[in-house]
Nanobody
Framework: QVQLVESGGGSVQAGESLRLSCAASGYTGRYSMGWFRQSPLGNERQGVASIGSDGTTTYRDSVKGRFTISRDNAKKTLYLQMNSLKPEDTAMYYC?????????????????WGQGTQVTVFS
């Protein structure tokens, strides 16, 4: 069983940066890890960025060049560096882990989820 706890959310002005962290209770070095978000008006959870156990990464088009996902297996922590934030990035951000190990975009491959951390970007 893996438990995930996100932190680092907050309210910022457009153009500013935030760094999200996700601390895992168990070893997730061989897991697929990802960040997802759900906006207040959104019906589905969107994939933001994912990272495989080999370090391969993938991003949704709207965050490419602005967000960076990384993982520190020794610290059992996943990160999401978010730069040049935009109002449309406003959402609840969730960390997730899946046992496959590959770099996977879809939330259906992820078994474990955190409770989320809110990111609000003002224009």
């Amino acid at each position: 069983q893996v438990q995930l706890v996100e932190s680092g959310g907050g309210s910022v002005q457009a153009g500013e940066s935030l760094r999200l962290s996700c601390a895992a209770s168990g070893y997730t070095g061989r897991y697929s890890m990802g960040w997802f978000r759900q906006s207040p008006l959104g019906n589905e959870r969107q994939g933001v960025a994912s990272i495989g156990s080999d370090g391969t990464t993938t991003y949704r088009d709207s965050v490419k060049g602005r967000f960076t996902i990384s993982r520190d297996n020794a610290k059992k922590t996943l990160y999401l560096q978010m730069n040049s934030l935009k109002p449309e990035d406003t959402a609840m951000y969730y960390c997730a882990a899946g046992p496959g190990g590959a770099c996977l975009r879809s939330p259906v491959y992820y078994n474990y989820w955190g409770q989320g951390t809110q990111v609000t970007v003002f224009s």
